[in-house]
C-alpha cells in the first residue's frame, strides 16, 4: 500500500515524459510555408553528418551543368567512410556523381563535387555557407562539403530548423526532387559501370515518402532528413541524433497527415479579386494554385489579403501585387499576382483579321 501510495504521489508532483520521440532534436515543417507543425529542441545546433550533402547538391545542382565530365583528382583520396569509390582520372558525368553523392552518400564524389564546382574545395564551402546564409539558415555552419568531422573533431553545424529550411527550399528544384527520391540508379564511367540502391529507407518503408538524406558519424549518431506529401500536404522532417529515426519519421508522419488537411484558397484558373477597379480593362491572374495546410478546425481562420501596386505603365506580365494568406491573422504564404492588358490582345487579333481582309480582297 505504501509503494502505491509514494507512486501516485511522484506521478501527480513529476508527470511522466509523454514525449514519444527518441531524437535528441527533431522538429516537421510545411515545405510550401515553412510552419512549424512540431518541433523538439529544433534550434539547438548539432553535428549534422552526411545530411550536409542536401547542401553539397542543391549548390552544385543550381551553379554546374549536370552533363558535364568530371575527372576526380587525388583530392578523393581524402574521403573515409561511405564512398562510391571512384578512382583519380576516372571520368563520370556530374548528374552521376550527385546521385551517387545522394543515393550513396559518397563521401568522394562529394569531394569530387566540390573541387570541380568551386574550384577548390574551400571555395565551395565558401559557396554552401553564402547558400545557407540566403535561405535563412541562421545556426549553421558548413566546413566541408561531406559532413565527416576533422581530426580535432570539428565538423558541419546546424539545427533541425535550420536543415528542414534547406529541405523545404531543395525540394522546390526538380532536379533535386528527381535524385532523392531515386530508389536505384545505374551509372556509367568511363571505366565502370555502377549500381546503387539508395539508402534512405524511407522510400521503400513509407509509401508517402518523396525523399531525403541519411547521416551517420560516431560523435554526430544518426541524423536523417525526410520529406513526404499526401493529399496536398507537403511535409519535412528532421530528426539529429535519434536511434530509432525510421520509426520517428513515419509515427509523426501518420500523425500529421491525420490531424491536418490541405484547403485550397485560390485557384489559377478561376481567380479574381471582387471590388478590384484599377485592373478592370485587364486580367489579373497567378501562375498556381494556392493550398494551405491547416488543422482540421482551422479553416475559419484563413483570410487574404490582396495588395496591388497601381502602376502607370505595364506590360503583359508583369507582377502587380501579391495575394497574402493569412491563418489567425498571420501571413503564412504569399503568391505574386500578374497582369494581362486585354486591350493588347484585342489590337493584336484586330490587326489579324484586318490581314486576313487584304489578302481574301486580293
Given at each position: 500500500m505504501k509503494k502505491m501510495l509514494i507512486l501516485s504521489f511522484l506521478v501527480l508532483f513529476f508527470p511522466l515524459n509523454v514525449f514519444a520521440y527518441s531524437a535528441r532534436n527533431i522538429i516537421a515543417m510545411d515545405m510550401d510555408t515553412h510552419r512549424v507543425l512540431y518541433e523538439e529542441n529544433s534550434q539547438d545546433p548539432h553535428l549534422i553528418a552526411s545530411i550536409s550533402k542536401i547542401m553539397t547538391s542543391i549548390v552544385a545542382i543550381e551553379l554546374a551543368n549536370l552533363e558535364s565530365d568530371v575527372t576526380p583528382t587525388n583530392t578523393i583520396l581524402k574521403a573515409f567512410g561511405s564512398g562510391i569509390y571512384i578512382e583519380v582520372g576516372e571520368t563520370m558525368k556530374l548528374k552521376d556523381l550527385l546521385y551517387g553523392l545522394m543515393l550513396r552518400s559518397g563521401n568522394d564524389a562529394a569531394l569530387a563535387i566540390a573541387e570541380y564546382v568551386g574550384g577548390s574545395v574551400d571555395a565551395f564551402v565558401k559557396l554552401m555557407n553564402e547558400k545557407a546564409e540566403s535561405i535563412g539558415?541562421?545556426?549553421?555552419?558548413?566546413?566541408?562539403?561531406?559532413?565527416?568531422?576533422?581530426?580535432?573533431?570539428?565538423?558541419?553545424?546546424?539545427?533541425?530548423?535550420?536543415?528542414?529550411?534547406?529541405?523545404?527550399?531543395?525540394?522546390?528544384?526538380?532536379?533535386?526532387?528527381?535524385?532523392?527520391?531515386?530508389?536505384?540508379?545505374?551509372?556509367?564511367?568511363?571505366?565502370?559501370?555502377?549500381?546503387?540502391?539508395?539508402?534512405?529507407?524511407?522510400?521503400?518503408?513509407?509509401?508517402?515518402?518523396?525523399?531525403?538524406?541519411?547521416?551517420?558519424?560516431?560523435?554526430?549518431?544518426?541524423?536523417?532528413?525526410?520529406?513526404?506529401?499526401?493529399?496536398?500536404?507537403?511535409?519535412?522532417?528532421?530528426?539529429?541524433?535519434?536511434?530509432?529515426?525510421?520509426?520517428?519519421?513515419?509515427?509523426?508522419?501518420?500523425?500529421?497527415?491525420?490531424?491536418?488537411?490541405?484547403?485550397?484558397?485560390?485557384?489559377?484558373?478561376?481567380?479574381?479579386?471582387?471590388?478590384?477597379?484599377?485592373?478592370?480593362?485587364?486580367?489579373?491572374?497567378?501562375?498556381?494554385?494556392?493550398?494551405?495546410?491547416?488543422?482540421?478546425?482551422?479553416?475559419?481562420?484563413?483570410?487574404?489579403?490582396?495588395?496591388?501596386?497601381?502602376?502607370?505603365?505595364?506590360?503583359?506580365?508583369?507582377?502587380?501585387?501579391?495575394?497574402?494568406?493569412?491563418?489567425?491573422?498571420?501571413?503564412?504564404?504569399?503568391?505574386?499576382?500578374?497582369?494581362?492588358?486585354?486591350?493588347?490582345?484585342?489590337?493584336?487579333?484586330?490587326?489579324w483579321q484586318k490581314i486576313l481582309g487584304w489578302l481574301k480582297h486580293d
Open positions: 539558415m541562421k545556426n549553421t555552419k558548413f566546413i566541408n562539403p561531406h559532413g565527416l568531422e576533422n581530426n580535432k573533431g570539428e565538423g558541419n553545424i546546424s539545427t533541425a530548423y535550420d536543415m528542414a529550411l534547406l529541405s523545404s527550399y531543395a525540394m522546390q528544384n526538380e532536379t533535386y526532387r528527381e535524385i532523392v527520391g531515386t530508389k536505384n540508379y545505374v551509372a556509367k564511367s568511363s571505366t565502370k559501370t555502377y549500381s546503387w540502391t539508395n539508402k534512405n529507407k524511407m522510400l521503400t518503408t513509407y509509401e508517402y515518402a518523396t525523399g531525403g538524406k541519411t547521416g551517420f558519424t560516431e560523435k554526430a549518431r544518426r541524423t536523417l532528413v525526410s520529406t513526404a506529401s499526401k493529399d496536398g500536404m507537403n511535409v519535412t522532417i528532421v530528426t539529429l541524433n535519434d536511434p530509432d529515426d525510421w520509426s520517428d519519421h513515419k509515427s509523426l508522419y501518420e500523425k500529421i497527415f491525420k490531424d491536418y488537411e490541405s484547403v485550397k484558397v485560390l485557384s489559377k484558373d478561376d481567380f479574381s479579386i471582387e471590388g478590384e477597379t484599377y485592373y478592370k480593362s485587364d486580367a489579373l491572374w497567378i501562375k498556381n494554385d494556392l493550398s494551405l495546410m491547416v488543422k482540421k478546425g482551422e479553416k475559419e481562420s484563413i483570410s487574404i489579403d490582396f495588395v496591388l501596386d497601381k502602376l502607370k505603365t505595364y506590360k503583359n506580365g508583369d507582377v502587380v501585387g501579391k495575394a497574402k494568406i493569412k491563418l489567425k491573422d498571420q501571413v503564412v504564404r504569399e503568391e505574386n499576382i500578374y497582369v494581362e492588358k486585354k486591350e493588347e490582345k484585342k489590337s493584336k487579333t484586330s490587326l
